[in-house]
């Protein structure tokens, strides 16, 4: 018998255990916070994760992201996070995609079953697809929503986007989604005010800027959507 989960299994119990491993969840975006989300859901005893992300690791990504070190640079962030956690549970069944989800890549993404979306894209138009498609599917959803140019770890929260203030990303994605006809959504969010630093990096297509992040920020959020995760599937699966 393997002591890989004794310690977890101690404090949500056999049952629970037995939920998560036969759980399948999906992390969208496996940057600063989806990253240490996808280990911690591993590391919690999740079965089956399917991790999605068209990125590759660059230098820059070093001072935050789980997969980032210098000798994962210039490959799929997917994959080498689908290493790690077969590292850390040769069990798991880790499915990684290499692709950029967006309205007209969606049908590729939900040929499998999902118990939980773990939604940490940084692009409005894709997160809005995405939890819509959810919501459509009737598979249940959660988000993350801005953590760059923040400090304060201590202020994310797990909340419903209807009582989110004070962050723009969740202004944003409050107003589209109430057009779409959905009007509650867990997510993580902070409503500390982001500083406005110099930009020291082009800002990719799609995108008007690059802001700042710290470690500390974008973990915090990524187990907070774990715990969020961890909690519903380990209560809520028949």
């Not at 018998?1 to 496996?30: I, P, Q, Y």
């Not at 890549?105 to 409005?124: A, E, G, K």
Request: proline content about 5%; aromatic content about 6%; charged content about 25%.
């Amino acid at each position: 018998m393997t002591e890989r989960f004794l310690r977890t299994e101690m404090l949500l119990g056999c049952d629970a255990m037995e939920k998560l491993e036969n759980s399948s969840v999906a992390v969208f975006g496996l940057g600063g916070v989806g990253s240490w989300c996808a280990e911690a859901l591993c590391r919690s005893g999740v079965g089956e994760i399917t991790l999605i992300d068209q990125d590759t690791v660059g230098e820059s990504n070093i001072n935050r992201q789980l997969c980032a070190t210098y000798s994962s640079l210039g490959k799929a962030k997917a994959d080498v996070m689908a290493a790690r956690l077969l590292d850390i549970n040769p069990d798991v069944k880790v499915h990684p995609i290499v692709a950029r989800y967006e309205s007209s890549t969606r049908d590729m993404f939900f040929s499998s079953r999902y118990d939980y979306i773990i939604d940490c894209i940084d692009l409005v138009a894709c997160k809005l697809d995405l939890i819509e498609t959810a919501k459509n599917y009737g598979i249940p959803i959660i988000s993350a929503l801005g953590a760059g140019n923040k400090t304060r770890a201590e202020a994310f929260k797990i909340t419903d986007i209807s009582k989110t203030e004070g962050c723009p990303l969740a202004r944003v994605v409050r107003k589209e989604l109430r057009k779409r006809g959905i009007n509650h959504l867990p997510v993580v969010y902070s409503d500390e005010l982001a500083l406005k630093p110099e930009s020291a990096e082009e800002p990719p297509p799609g995108r008007r800027s690059i802001p700042g992040s710290l470690v500390w920020v974008t973990a915090t959020a990524g187990m907070l959507l774990c715990s969020h995760v961890v909690t519903q599937l380990s209560i809520d699966l028949p």
